[in-house]
């Protein structure tokens, strides 16, 4: 039975699907059997496998492919990633293993076999690695294996052994520990020893050179036996390398090591064990030689090769690293010439022409190869020569294709043309694209004409043009000097020209030493100005990085038809640099972002654009790795209270100067008491709130408690401590928080190099976790709750750590929060401690609040104008921070490179979002210019039109934020209170139609914002230079706000029925204008109690419409909000900022009593409410007139984002529209733009202006035109996923749905933030998505259209395949059976899909859908 036969049984009985491609009749026929459990298919050796393992692969079932040869593999490499988490094994019998190991970086596990026992052997352990791991598995053996005896297990035993049941593993076990536990596995059951590395070796001896193959034969394990000098290393195990195994196996006398691989043609300059190996002895001091070499047949005498052996040694003594391979033997005779050949490009780069040619043989063709020199001089190889070469090409083919045309239009005139060349044009016209069947076709036609000519002038140019038949694949090769001007360079000419040609420039800077390129030039990036054009291939490779990534990139590069840009990574300074130089900044660059890797494939109608950098995903996932995507300042010593402290005010600070003779007690106490370490890793603040309590309760206990980030002790230090406690929230789906993953990815990668480095230590740990059970619902993601506890809790224990106390494990869902888990865990670890007797009668000290901040900071001065002059840092002072938002300011950083700059050693890209306060969102042209020049000069470029009215301005650095903010005072507004415990800025119906009524709610809005604004003169001296009298002489005050100011923000909006454009129930205050019979502003319905921010899976927290309260006639307006705004002042919630809001402070006293209270404040009562009716809470877009002959231009401006891009230069236009506009300009709450009071005489010029930059385009879908989204990632610091970067890519695929069902133009409400504070107001829209983790969305349902109810949780946890597969059935169902008249968000209430929310308190009452449309728990 052959080998081939025997890896086709152990399938067959193992496997539920096996495939069979290219193996011969007899190893089929083993596919038969009483015991047989697999569907087995067979496939011919040039069939494609990759739709049928599509379709078969499934985390359910064990899907095997036997590959009789490894080309195969080339064709599966765009399908293998996504079958990488899928039980999946490829057995194959490779004749060319360079070609077998292109896969390399994509399969999790690859096994190698060397004898017929150790393939049959391999074959049962990578089934049952499969089924152990869910992951793939690459088995390789030659296929020219010697045949020799095995011993087989009986078919029942494989089948018995394929039921068993995958055994414990600690949580998330890494490769190497499923590797291990498959290994434990197989070997019990087959009775043999499997080890992933073998060594041979002469005993006692004290070997020079170590020999490492993939398998070796007989003769050099004799040789090494026989020679004290010489070891060998035998690798069994590819991926995941076991470097620590490995490392050990290198006998400290080891001088040097030869690498002996049978890869005769190799597409790359160094093999994948040679560079494995050097991977792992790079650390290794004293340094050793690595070398490669070919690995020929060898003579079966063991003297002979013995002999050949140290010939082999002395030889690479004397030769230079860069020159070719030596050979141990004989190579094959078709071989002999491929391994020291070279071609004349420069060494370095010729690993991707070496890559070409394996990649497309005899179909390649570099249009500007250096051969070409030869005959036409040096303007061959110039990038104009090498695009006018491929025009004339192209030119030649089409000319070509014309003249098949004419010919087979002959044919149906006359009988020139036989069937047989007829058949034979009309396949090659069918299949020209095609690099097989082309060829094919075109020498039919070819021989056909030639030896029956037919009359036909056709007939001449088709043989003189005969060249051009087969499909060929044509590339132009350039550096990265093309990057600096692409113009000159040609790039811009080829992407722009839709020919099918493809581009690799090879960018050969080195990342450590890119600063030191000559500033005056500046290197474009190629990738993203190719894909500014769309209809264009972009692939961005590094070769020493990802091969098969590589290889993915250039075989879709030569599909795609049209031009294709692929940017080659290919760090080297001179010919001479050493591979381990390469591979070192090939890593940085990769694992920095500085060189991403993707694909951008605009026919890919999923997903255009492919990631495949793991460190930039990774980063969106803390997101993109995603995900992405802002938590808490970290610092490498973040004691947060001591810097609040330094930037308190002086009543705080004198306070704590009575405890520090205290603290020098607890101190000397301490001293005596066992030692404490607890270290925390958080995101949103909780976990190291509780480190901090820990810390304090320690030291009242007599412990020597020391306090720190997770990422700041590494495990050197940990190794030094006695008992450490870890504090861990949890981030994302299950993953650590920010400031603690590197301490994670230490750990891991301990553990996977098998080192125990706490096993000699007095190391003795406890873990509490900090999590949410509820927080992903759906059973098959129960592992991430507390995921991060748990798996440091199992990793410490791993590397020898002893536990002294369990682990502790709080959930937000317990009645008090994780406080529960934790009073079950504090006793532990004070028992283990020995101090559980100590008796603490002193209460704990009350932890710093915004509370605290805000009564401490002197009138919301801190110490802001200090740390505004401190240039060491981008950030101000933690406390200082939260009182820069009363001044209209959030502190920021971009999230997109935090971690790059943390791997440099530097802090976050600190930067401030500004918000300025505009009531009534209306400004003059003077003021816009004014705002789009500080965006310029000031900010990142563009600024945003906010659902608060307003003008808001991302990436203004510390140095510019006073200068920014004067500058916004020169044009008239400010940003005082545009942010903050305080009331914010005032909105107003825009409404463009009902021009006198909005002029006069306007008014109102003004006047009730300079009502209600601090009057503290803070701002004025911190950001305008201007001085208090007398130094301190005089003292502020707040006469409404008081020193404490507001439990939390406030908001106040004004609408003007029938519009709620404002989305009036859902501002804590609302005033609804009422007309008198003669359409003028008669007095106001007073509203209260709107919000919508909510805490995910905290049922104490919901959104709430507000109640009307009331009327009031205009002038008593401004009274009436004032005394609402006092009575949540004095009866809000100050001790949880999560229930601090005015909602729940009416919820909690009652809606009558509230009333009472705010009528007893005024002196007087509200009137009864008068009826209103709204109809709509969207913009209408396009021009209207107004009462007064003026002209009013609605623009859809998306997501409200002001910017310059290709095809919409917005941003542009609207300032070529400000010099010359004699109006105003009224910013919408819906984020849209309205040019306001156009005279006759001005329309032209504005309709003109609109027209020439786009901004007249008004062709968009209801939906589009319907939606809105909050800035999110990359700089809002709360944003758990993405928003406004997302969303108009998630309407692009549910408008096309919406066009299905005939609803293009139907107003459907849509809404997405990136988390649950609900600055886009999402829960009262008719679908809405709020953030929960990168790509992870909360999806609502059932919002009231006009903005009158809200909606309802309908799914807890949606993807966007999710969210399209739950709403293209909704969809179409309410395009068929909607009621006349009837909204989305009224219809999936009706339909059953969703209940309707009544109040805020039922919001979580019904969520999950109703009836059949109930999510499965």
């Known amino acids: 039975m052959s080998i081939l036969e025997q890896v086709s049984g152990v399938a067959t009985l193992s496997s539920t699907i096996v495939i069979n491609q290219g193996l011969p009749p007899r190893a089929q026929a083993v596919s038969s059997g009483e015991l047989i459990k697999a569907q087995v298919i067979n496939l011919s050796s040039n069939a494609d496998a990759g739709p049928l393992l599509s379709q078969h692969a499934s985390p359910d079932q064990l899907v095997t492919l036997n590959l009789a040869d490894s080309l195969p593999l080339i064709n599966l490499l765009p399908i293998l990633p996504g079958l990488s988490k899928t039980p999946f094994v490829i057995n194959v019998a490779y004749s060319n293993l360079a070609e077998a190991l292109a896969p390399r970086s994509i399969v999790p596990f690859i096994l190698h076999s060397s004898t017929p026992q150790q393939v049959y052997d391999h074959a049962l352990l990578a089934s049952r690695l499969a089924s152990f791991s869910g992951r793939s598995v690459l088995h390789l053996f030659p296929s020219q294996t010697p045949a020799s005896p095995i011993e087989r297990l009986g078919d029942d035993a494989i089948v018995a052994q394929a039921k068993q049941t995958k055994p414990e593993q600690v949580t998330s076990p890494t490769d190497l520990e499923s590797y291990d536990a498959a290994v434990a596995a197989t070997s019990a059951a087959i009775g043999r020893n499997l080890q992933p590395l073998s060594s041979t070796g002469a005993a006692e001896s004290a070997p020079r050179t170590a020999f490492v193959t ?149 179909r390649l063709e570099i249009l500007n190869h250096p051969s070409l020199v030869s005959q036409l001089g040096d303007v061959a190889t110039r990038p104009e020569f090498a695009l006018g070469r491929a025009r004339a090409l192209v030119a030649d083919r089409d000319s070509l294709t014309e003249a098949v045309n004419d010919l087979l239009d002959a044919a149906g005139s006359s009988a020139v043309v036989s069937k047989e060349l007829h058949a034979s044009l009309t396949k090659w016209l069918a299949n020209k694209d095609d690099p097989t069947l082309s060829e094919k076709a075109g020498k039919e036609i070819v021989g056909s004409l030639e030896a029956h000519p037919a009359a036909h002038p056709a007939t001449a140019r088709i043989l003189e043009l005969k060249q051009h038949f087969p499909a060929t694949s044509r590339w132009i090769i350039g550096s990265d000097a093309w990057s600096y001007d692409l113009g000159a360079s040609g790039l811009h000419h080829l992407i722009s020209s839709s020919l099918n040609v493809n581009i690799l420039l090879i960018d050969n800077t080195p990342y450590s030493t890119r600063s030191e390129v000559d500033p005056s030039k500046r290197k474009k990036d190629a990738g993203l100005y190719a894909m500014n054009y769309g209809e264009v291939f972009v692939g961005s490779v590094a070769v020493y990085s990802s091969y098969s990534q590589s290889l993915q990139a250039l075989l879709e590069a030569d599909k795609f038809r049209g031009p294709s840009v692929v940017l080659a990574y290919l760090p080297y300074e001179t010919e001479d640099t050493p591979a381990l130089t390469v591979l070192k900044e090939t890593k940085l660059a990769i694992d920095t972002g500085y060189w991403p890797l993707y694909r951008w494939n605009p026919t890919r109608e999923d997903e255009p654009f492919f990631l495949e950098s793991e460190a930039v995903k990774a980063d969106l996932q803390d997101f993109l790795d995603r995900q992405n995507h802002l938590s808490q300042l970290t610092k490498s010593r973040p004691d947060l209270a001591t810097e609040l402290v330094s930037s308190l005010g002086t009543k705080l600070q004198e306070a704590r100067k009575g405890k520090a003779k205290q603290a020098y007690a607890d101190l000397l106490n301490s001293m005596e008491g066992p030692p404490l370490l607890v270290v925390f890793a958080s995101d949103g603040g909780n976990a190291e709130k509780v480190a901090k309590r820990l810390v304090n309760r320690a030291k009242a206990r007599g412990v020597a408690a020391r306090l720190a980030v997770m990422d700041s002790v590494p495990l050197e230090e940990l190794k030094q401590e006695q008992h450490v406690a870890f504090v861990t929230s949890t981030a994302g789906q299950g993953e650590p928080p920010q400031n603690g993953r590197d301490t994670f990815r230490s750990l891991n990668a301990a553990a996977t190099r098998g080192d125990r480095p706490f096993a000699e230590t007095a190391l003795k740990y406890s873990v509490f976790a900090m999590g949410d059970s509820h927080y992903w619902p759906r059973p098959e993601d129960a592992g991430y709750y507390n995921k991060p506890g748990k798996d440091l809790d199992a990793r410490l224990e791993v590397l020898g750590a002893e536990r002294m106390a369990g682990l502790g494990l709080g959930d937000d869902q317990d009645a008090d929060g ?80 935090r971690d790059e700059r943390k791997d440099a050693g530097l802090e976050p890209a600190y930067s401030f979002m500004i918000r300025v306060r505009m009531p009534g969102g209306v400004c003059d042209p003077k003021q816009w210019l004014a705002m789009d020049r500080i965006a310029d000069e000031r900010g990142n470029g563009t600024f945003k039109l906010t659902t608060r009215q307003t003008f808001q301005f991302h990436g203004v650095i510390k140095k510019h934020l006073k200068p920014a903010i004067q500058g916004i005072n020169k044009a008239l507004l400010d940003t005082i209170a545009a942010c903050g415990d305080v009331n914010r800025n005032v909105l107003c119906s825009s409404l463009p139609d009902l021009s006198h009524l909005h002029s006069q709610v306007y008014e109102y809005s003004k006047r009730i914002s300079e009502h209600l604004l601090p009057q503290t003169t803070a701002y004025h001296e911190i950001w305008l230079d201007k001085k208090l009298v007398a130094g301190d002489a005089v003292k502020d005050h707040e006469p409404l706000y008081g020193a404490y100011y507001l439990p939390r923000k406030f908001k106040i909006a004004i609408a003007v029925p029938p519009t709620n454009d404002v989305d009036i129930f859902a501002n804590d205050v609302g005033f609804i204008a009422i007309p008198d019979e003669k359409g003028n502003l008669s007095g106001f319905n007073v509203t209260a109690g709107g919000g919508m921010g909510v805490t995910h899976s905290n049922k104490k927290t919901y959104p709430r419409t507000a109640d009307v309260l009331g009327f009031c006639t205009p002038d008593q307006a401004h009274i009436v909000a004032e005394k609402i705004m006092l009575t949540q002042r004095d009866n809000g919630n100050r001790s949880d900022r999560k229930n601090a809001r005015l909602k729940y402070t009416i919820d909690r006293m009652g809606l009558d009593n509230f009333k009472a209270e705010v009528e007893q404040r005024l002196g007087w009562q509200l009137a009864p409410a008068r009826p209103f009716e709204f109809t709509a809470n969207v913009d209408k877009f396009g021009w209207t007139t107004g009462y007064n ?84 990632f990359p700089t809002c610091g709360l944003a758990m996923a993405e928003s406004e970067r997302y969303l108009p890519i998630l309407i692009d695929k549910v408008e096309a749905i919406c066009e299905e069902n005939g609803l293009r133009n139907d107003s459907i409400v849509m809404r997405m933030t990136g988390c649950p504070n609900g600055c886009a107001r999402p829960y009262i829209a008719e679908i809405a998505f709020v953030g929960k983790a990168p790509g992870s969305y909360l999806m609502l349902l059932g919002g009231g259209y006009y903005g009158q109810r809200l909606n309802k949780i309908y799914r807890e946890n949606v993807t966007e395949p999710e ?47 109703e009836g059949e449309n109930r999510a499965r728990s």
């Not at 100590?838 to 002197?858: C, F, G």
């Not at 309709?1247 to 020439?1252: I, N, Q, T, V």
């Not at 008249?1381 to 999950?1408: C, L, N, P, Q």
């Open 1189 to 1272: 002959g003026k002209h009013h231009f609605t623009m859809f401006i998306e997501n409200g984002r002001v910017q310059d891009e290709p095809g919409k230069e917005f941003k542009t236009g609207l300032q070529e529209i400000a010099k010359v506009h004699r109006g105003t300009f009224r910013l919408t709450a819906n984020q849209h733009l309205i040019l306001a009071d156009v005279d006759d005489a001005d329309l032209p010029e504005m309709k003109r202006l609109l027209s020439k930059y786009g901004l007249d385009n008004l062709s968009y879908s209801g939906l589009r035109l319907s939606s809105s989204a909050c800035v999110a």
């Open 818 to 897: 994780p406080q529960t888990g934790y009073k079950l865990w504090e006793p532990t670890l004070w028992k283990a401690l020995g101090v559980d007797s100590v008796e603490v009668l002193e209460a704990e000290p009350e932890p710093i609040t915004n509370e605290n901040i805000k009564i401490a900071s002197n009138y919301l001065r801190g110490t802001i104008a200090e740390g505004l002059k401190d240039t060491s840092t981008g950030a101000l002072a933690p406390s200082d921070g939260q009182l820069t938002k009363f001044h209209g300011i959030y502190e920021q950083d971009d999230r997109d490179i």
């Open 214 to 362: 993939l398998g070796a034969q007989t003769a050099i394990r004799d040789a090494v036996l026989s020679n004290p000098d010489l070891h060998l290393v035998e690798v069994s195990l590819l991926r995941p390398f076991p470097v620590a195994s490995f490392v050990q196996r290198i006998s400290a006398s080891v001088t040097k090591v030869i690498v002996l691989e049978p890869i005769y043609k190799q597409p790359i300059k160094w093999t994948p064990l040679y560079l494995d190996v050097i991977g792992a002895l790079q650390d290794r001091e004293p340094r050793l030689t690595v070398r490669s070499a070919v690995l020929g047949s060898l003579p079966a005498s063991a003297n002979d090769v013995a002999l050949s052996l140290a010939k082999l040694s002395d030889e690479l003594e004397q030769q230079p690293p860069t020159s070719a391979r030596p050979v141990l033997g004989q190579l094959p005779s078709s071989q002999g010439s491929t391994v020291s050949s070279t071609i004349s490009v420069p060494k370095h780069e010729s690993s991707y022409t070496k890559l070409l040619d394996h990649l497309f043989h005899d």
């Open 1363 to 1409: 969210i399209l597969a739950i709403l293209r059935p909704m969809i179409k169902r309410y395009a068929l059976e909607r009621h006349e008249g009837e909204h989305f968000g009224d219809f999936v209430i009706r339909a059953g899909y969703i209940s309707a929310t009544k109040s805020g308190k039922e919001w979580y009452d019904g969520m999950g859908g």
